[in-house]
């Protein structure tokens, strides 16, 4: 039960990470095209952070109520794929407008 927990929380670990990243590039690159920074933007940033945090933080929840049935932590690790994917397309999307 609890290596169900610990893995999720590293999970956890590694979408900080992606998103102090994701805050970093973003910064860096309105300011190399001169973009003005609102503060609209990092409102909408924060509140995907919380909730992909939020997320991420009750699928381990699951997995420990599904451990009875399930060894290995599927609705963390397909959450995690899926706040990726969704994130990716997002991007894409982005570069494509501009």
């Known amino acids: ?15 900080k990470r992606f998103y102090n990243l994701y805050l970093i590039a973003c910064i860096d690159t309105k300011s190399l095209l001169k973009i003005v920074r609102t503060s609209f933007g990092y409102r909408r940033t924060i509140t995907k952070l919380t909730n992909y945090f939020g997320l991420m933080l009750m699928l381990p929840i699951a997995d420990i109520a599904a451990s009875v049935i ?12 899926g706040i990726v994917i969704v994130e990716a397309k997002s991007v894409f999307e982005n570069l494509k407008q501009e």
Not at 1 to 15: A, C, D, E, H, M
Not at 70 to 81: D, M, N, R
């Open 70 to 81: 399930f060894k290995i932590p599927y609705f963390t690790v397909f959450g995690a794929i």
């Open 1 to 15: 039960l609890i290596s169900n927990f610990l893995i999720g929380t590293r999970q956890v670990q590694l979408l």
